[in-house]
């Protein structure tokens, strides 16, 4: 028998296969709720169908020497893959307390690594309906990526464009181009606000300082770069909150009922600020009161979230792969009054803008993939010092999907942290509403769903403050 095709894995995807340590597993978790209720092999021949035209989810992974390599699965069975599951509830719990707890177990639990890096469980009868949660490492791909996807297999969803084989590298030299130049089109380009000849040439400084000579524009951009790499190499070690501490590996999850995206934009319009500076206050607001409910006093404290910036075009989601930088963004925890709070956050937003930081996330993530292991956690570690969580907000469709005839009318996911960050906050706007989740560690914050149910409060005082604020005559 001919041997199985073989494709080598990027160096970004190899750092983040290797990522995974005792405490923390690098599997992006999802949960889809549905009505009615998902027939298992109805659900067997979608995926067969529609996910596995991707060529990733039919590959496993082989590590070797220099990295890894995806390497068709011979004995794939679609059923291995997707499962069944059934829900153990508590005396005194709920479904969706049962829910939430299978899913913190699932993410604590590895996936077979002899197999393709993904699984869909099925939860039959949940509230009426079916619950689908779903486990993909992250080395596939990035939440942006993902999305494309899971919109990919819902009913009318499109399949990927035929993808084109690319020539192996010429040599592991080239890592800087594969890795950094090239992913900087179109948004990335547009969000640093340069030409992509000027990116290209601005990256070309990193490994040719000599370079930085030859132009206005490449010694402003040189000295921005050279800025941003000490303020990385200088920040220091996040505020000590009960939220901030080694992790146990024991996960918990939890999720809220959507806020209205319409009532977001209102007070977005109200206060002359963006969505993400109403949604990210809430989180700081709920983390604040959280602390401040346990006796601990966040006045004057500020804890540091490391936030995925996508560094690809939307329309080249399909090609899965991780591409996002990563942007240190300080929550303003310690101010109570919510509109102070929200200006709090836009300045610290606007203070990233144009930030060359997540690009150098981005490149440092590309060395990581090419070091062994006890190195490249040696490098990892120095960011989980720097956080107390990681956060991500990821539009969704604007309307309900439909997914076999059933519709997705909750969805919900989770970022994975990594090195010893024991908290991720995950946003994700979905037919109207704008959701929150997070996962914590059970040494950490036994009961996230308590800091989930300060969002609500968190914003309605911040829509009934902006309510009453003066507005203009055209408003």
């Known amino acids: 028998m001919p041997p199985a095709a073989a494709e080598r894995m990027s160096r970004v995807d190899t750092a983040w296969l290797r990522m ?57 069975d679609i059923h291995r893959h997707v499962v069944r599951e059934k829900l153990v509830r508590r005396k005194g719990h709920g479904e969706r307390a049962a829910l939430q707890a299978l899913c913190g177990k699932l993410a604590t639990q590895p996936l077979d690594p002899a197999r393709p890096l993904w699984q869909f469980h099925l939860v039959d009868g949940y509230e009426g309906g079916s619950a689908l949660i779903v486990r993909i490492h ?15 297999i819902t009913d009318g969803g499109n399949d990927p464009p035929v993808r084109k084989k690319r020539a192996a590298p010429d040599a592991e030299g080239d890592w800087l181009s594969d890795a950094v130049i090239q992913p900087l089109t179109g948004i990335a380009v547009k969000a640093l606000g340069m030409t992509g000849e000027g990116v290209a040439r601005s990256m070309e400084v990193l490994s040719q300082p000599q370079q ?39 996960k918990r999850v939890a999720w809220n009922e959507p806020l209205p995206l319409d009532a977001v934009k209102t007070i977005s319009k109200g206060l002359n600020c963006s969505i993400n500076d109403v949604l990210l206050s809430c989180v700081a607001g709920a983390i604040g009161q959280y602390l401040r409910e346990r006796g601990d006093d ?34 303003p925890i310690g101010i109570h009054n919510p509109i102070e709070r929200v200006y709090a956050v836009r300045q610290r937003m606007s203070e990233l803008k144009g930030s060359y930081q997540p690009l150098l996330a981005f490149a440092v993530l590309a060395i990581a993939g090419l070091m062994i292991k006890p190195v490249q956690d040696a490098i990892l570690n120095l ?12 539009p969704g469709p604007q309307k309900p999907l439909t997914f076999c005839g059933s519709t997705i009318r909750q969805t919900m ?32 914050c036994p009961d996230p769903q308590t800091i989930i149910d ?18 203009g005559p055209d408003e």
């Open 20 to 76: 995974d340590n005792d405490v923390n597993l690098m599997m992006i978790v999802g949960v889809w709720l549905l009505e009615p209720a998902l027939e298992y092999e109805q659900l067997c021949q979608r995926v067969a169908a529609r996910l596995l035209r991707y060529d990733r989810f039919r590959q496993k992974v082989v590590q070797d020497a220099v990295g890894a390599q995806w390497v068709d699965d011979d004995t794939f």
């Open 138 to 152: 992250h080395c596939i791909g990035d939440g942006i990526a993902l999305i494309s996807v899971a919109l990919s």
């Open 212 to 250: 930085l000579l030859g132009s206005v524009e490449i010694a402003r951009v040189g000295y921005q770069v050279l800025g941003d790499v000490a303020a990385l190499a200088l920040m220091p070690d996040d505020s000590p909150t009960r939220l901030k501490g080694v992790p146990a590996g024991d």
């Open 298 to 331: 966040p006045t004057g404290q500020e804890i540091r979230a490391m936030v995925p910036v996508n560094l690809r075009p939307l329309d080249q989601a399909w090609q899965l792969g991780n591409k996002f930088g990563l942007a240190p963004l300080v929550l």
């Open 383 to 394: 960011f989980a010092k720097k956080a107390t969580a990681v956060m991500t907000n990821v």
């Open 413 to 444: 996911f989770w970022v994975p942290a990594s090195g010893h960050i024991g908290v991720g906050v995950s946003i994700l706007s979905y037919a109207g509403g704008v959701q929150f989740g997070l996962m914590t560690d059970s040494r950490l």
């Open 454 to 471: 300060r969002f609500q409060p968190e914003f309605d005082k911040l829509l009934l403050v902006t309510l009453m604020l003066p507005w």
